[in-house]
């Protein structure tokens, strides 16, 4: 036995993301998407051999290694159960996480599933706890983000109004997603350009929700996969890179550890060109305008040019490189969980099965997630079919 | 490369699967409040132990774990600071576990079993003296019917050491003897908080903590941080004269409510055990446990959970009971238990590690030397 | 290099604290508004065992469980521990016993405090107890007041099915959760923190790539290794990026619109970050050279305002974003 063992997504499940589930608990949450994972599988408890789950920071809920409580209604009784953390790009670096021990041939068959219940408390208060001595930062998370974009503008001379178009474009792919949780049936791109200027340059409707939600993933080994009632995405390449939160040098417009974690991942996946070899993009975009700035760090754009790839419609639900059909996290943020629905959602476009927002004939689709400072990367290729071993 | 190796270990491990060892092992001297220093100031010299230690700059590490918890720490996101320790320039392959490291070591090995690296940085760290731990803590328990109770791990752990006694498997004398025998050990491991103790006739004449439980059943409050370096194959024999190979590792979780467990027994322990190769057929009683059981109740548990007999010295390095750096005092039980093995002084240990009220989930590591006892020679 | 001289190493309290409002399961919400009408309910497992507190989903086959059933107010200990000191939050204020109680016609126990006041010699596993409700009660585990002794009647309470219907059901419980610690920022910090008290920023050179950080944090992120060379930088510096914030953040007495900006002070390997002031909003840009404005008692600038000095070029912080 040699190399590594082929790694299939066999199961996928989430639950309808909102501002507030108020009618379930922390495990009726988790849950409900394990159970549409596992049903998508066909398998029951008793088939899941591990348990790797993900999360934001555990102040958001106020429970300490929820994932002590969790285990029961996650089956992970008398299994092995990881919890795994590394800020926004958790969702994605748990999916990894899991799809190792399956790749290891430690486990065959693995749970994997990332969660955030905001509702439980108020994110901003667990962002911006106040650390004594430090300044305090002087604005919100867009706040954050919003001089970086301002970096891009200023370095690649792009129009004010490209934001707008991916707020337009991801917010009307979410109405194809019935798990999204904004539907804004009467978007209109006026309405984005329009919106009021919350950190000039990032307008209101420019920034993510703040949702309750979960996802989950089945992934299973090669004789799962055979067994598997529907087609399994197959996963190709997977990395994670991480660089420091602040240092000398760091460039968080296209910040080193993405491309290089994007280089990695083609690299497995024996892609040379992404543009024209990868059929569909989950990207993790809480701000409209990291759009542009991820395509030009991922290599699908010219430094530079991503703003133009934006522009001419290549990333829409029908152009040649569709970005975050599902309406990404500009329409749905359950924090810890929108790394992993990158990564979801990515296998569930390679499987044919996403429905009203599927991008006809996709057979590669690349899932990314970071956080942190920009600093924490985590992406996976799936592909329809098997890779060659 | 699979393995040269694989049987003269004795086959107890999983055949096919890659040799990896741990090759370096560096722990902070533990104090009750290191407050002069930030975590990242903690940390720092142990990575550069590790790392120096075996001449890799963070650039030749395939792959780095932690393993620490915002929750000790009061704050988010606490272990994107530690980070600033390891040089992560160029970027790293890089994860974190909000669990103690010795999951975060548990993740190195099996990202180095996939054959995508080579080498792997373990870390973690604790400041267990930022806040109340005991009421820290509580935020760990069933947040509908549990946490809003506040009931802290010293009277949990009572409660699982009174259940003992009722069922007849120790007494107060006993969780004396071991907390001696703990601490006296500890007189020779100069990172140790807590070295030395009175007699156990002496230490129960104190008062009861949380009766059935004294001061002396109880760990310290330390803090602590702790680092180790893993590697595969002919790389730990570059890296390490003598390389103490993984020969299994396991970790299981228990259903998290108290009362419906047993709390006088550890089937996670057991059944991880046995799935780490602790019980294989012909396999040689390990000659030293280095068990996380931070209350000396719990080694009675973890003793009859892992089938130690009188041929197995318990806690050589004092244990929890003499430094319990949370988030780093399971990853340090592997790291002692290494340390072992590579200076020749055992060869077969088992390590053990435990995370939440009253191991309610835990991790057995089997590490044993080169070299087969059937087999003789092994490394020169 | 100037040696750090022996020095305090700063320490402030820090509190953690939040009211987290919890919504409940079906399952739950039964059993916390039982407590509320004092009636105790548990969950019928899959092996017929009945768990109370009842939980959501069987502890041992994960399957969700449902069926309902009324047990007794009085049950048996099954373990206990004396508490001789009880802490902020914990259910009685004088000394008591934690107690898991298997209430009759349960199979598994429940955790709570017992209050014996003839002390833990009063205590012992197998003795019988019943509930002491809350006068107050609103639908939580707190609803049980505690436990007490109720001397030595035998157990006779069987389980009965129970719909788990109530007028009024409780669907959310709001959980106040403080926790304090003592936040230490170590040593590179305080040396950091004692300059500024002087107004002088006091950066870091770190031993191998000889970049300056500032504020220094203990180690250089990018080498791994200690900083402690200081290095005196600013006070003047460039904007080399911001926004401008239209929303008033929580917390902040800043009149809105204004900018959040990195500065990169003179002399620094990164830029920090700052509010623009002395300018109207709308005029800063990036390359705006810089001082900062202290204010009384401030430990940081309270912002900074332009120095007048000619914008500096793009290619002098492009790097410094």
Known sequence: MSGKEPVGVIGIGQTKHVSARR?????????????????????????????????APDFFEGVMMPELYLADA??????????????????????????NLVAARVHRTVLTLAFEK?????????????????????????????PYVRAYLHRTSAPGHIGALVAYKDRRNALKNPYAHLH???????????????????????????????????????????????????????????????????????????SDCAADVYRQAGITEPRREIDAVEMYVP???????????????????????????????DGDLPVNPSGGVLSTNPIGASGMIRFAEAALQVRGAAGAHQVPGARRALGHAYGGGSQFFAMWLVAAEPPVS | MTSRAGHSRAGYREEGRRDVAVVAFAQTAHVRAADSLSEVEMLLPVLREVLDGTGLSAGEIDFTCSGSCDYLAGRPFSFTMALDGVGAWPPISESHVEMDGAWALYEAWVKILTGEAETALVYSYGKSSAGDLPEVLTRQLDPYYVAPLWPDSPSLAALQARALIDAGETDERELAGIAARSRNAAQDNPYAQLAGSPAAGTLLEDDYLAQPLRLHDVPPVTDGAAAVLLAAGDTARRLSRRPAWISGMDHRIDPHGLGVRDLTDSPSTRLAAERAGLFAPGAPPPDVAELHAPFTSQEVVLRKALRLGEDTVVNPSGGPLAANPVMAAGLIRIGEAAARVSRGEARRAVAHATSGPCLQQNLVAVLEADGGEDEGGGQA | MNAAPAQKVLSAPLVVEFPFTRSLGPVQSAFLTGLRERTVLGVMASDGRVLVPPTEYDPVTAEEIRDLVEVGSTGTVTTWSWNA????????????????????????????ALDAPEGPASVRTGMRVGIRWSEQRSGAITDIACFEPVGTSAPTHRAEPHTGAFADPVTGIVAEARLDYTYTPGR??????????????LGER?????????????????????????????????????????????????????????????GAGLALHGRIAGIPYDQVRMGLRVEPVWTEGGRHPDHYRPTGEPDADYETYKELL
């Not at chain 1, 990291?290 to 990333?315: D, H, I, Q, R, V």
Request: aromatic residues 8%.
């Open chain 1, 23 to 55: 009618d379930v608990s922390l495990a009726g949450l988790v849950r409900e998407a394990a159970l549409r994972a596992l049903e998508d599988a066909e398998l029951g408890w008793a088939d899941i051999d591990a348990v790797v789950i993900g999360k």
């Open chain 1, 74 to 99: 996650l089956g992970a009784a008398g299994k092995p159960m990881l919890r795994v953390h590394t800020a926004g790009s958790v969702g994605g670096s748990t999916a990894l996480v899991a799809a």
């Open chain 1, 118 to 146: 905001q509702s439980e408390s108020n994110a901003m208060w667990g962002l911006s706890l106040p650390v004594p001595f430090q300044q305090p930062l002087l604005a919100g998370a867009g706040g954050f983000f919003a």
């Open chain 1, 184 to 258: 804004e049936e009467d978007i209109t791109l006026e309405k984005v350009r329009s919106s009021p200027m919350l950190w000039d340059p990032i307008r209101y409707s420019e920034t993510c929700p703040s949702s309750d939600g979960a996802c989950a993933m089945v992934l299973t080994d090669r004789a799962g996969a055979a067994r598997a009632p529907r087609p399994p995405a197959w996963v190709h390449g997977g990395a994670m890179r991480s660089e420091p939160t602040l240092f000398a040098g760091k460039d968080a417009v296209s910040p080193r550890a993405g």
């Open chain 1, 287 to 317: 701000f409209s305008w990291y759009e542009p700035m991820w395509l030009e760090n991922l290599g699908f754009a010219k430094e530079g040019e991503g703003w133009k790839m934006t522009e001419s419609g290549a990333t829409e639900l």
């Open chain 3, 85 to 112: 000191a009880p802490r902020r939050g914990q259910p009685l204020r004088r000394p008591f016993a934690w107690v898991l109680v298997r209430l009759d016609g349960a199979d598994t126990a429940l955790l709570h």
């Open chain 3, 188 to 201: 590179a910090q305080t040396r950091y923190l004692d300059a500024l008290a002087g107004h002088r920023t």
């Open chain 3, 206 to 266: 770190c031993p191998r790539c000889r970049k300056v950080y500032v504020p220094p944090r203990g180690a250089c992120p990018t080498c791994g290794v200690p900083t402690g060379e200081q290095v005196e930088v600013g006070p003047r510096g460039t904007v080399t990026t911001f926004c401008v914030v239209n929303i008033k953040a929580k917390g902040l007495d800043i009149e809105v619109p204004y900018v959040y900006a990195h500065i990169a002070l003179d």
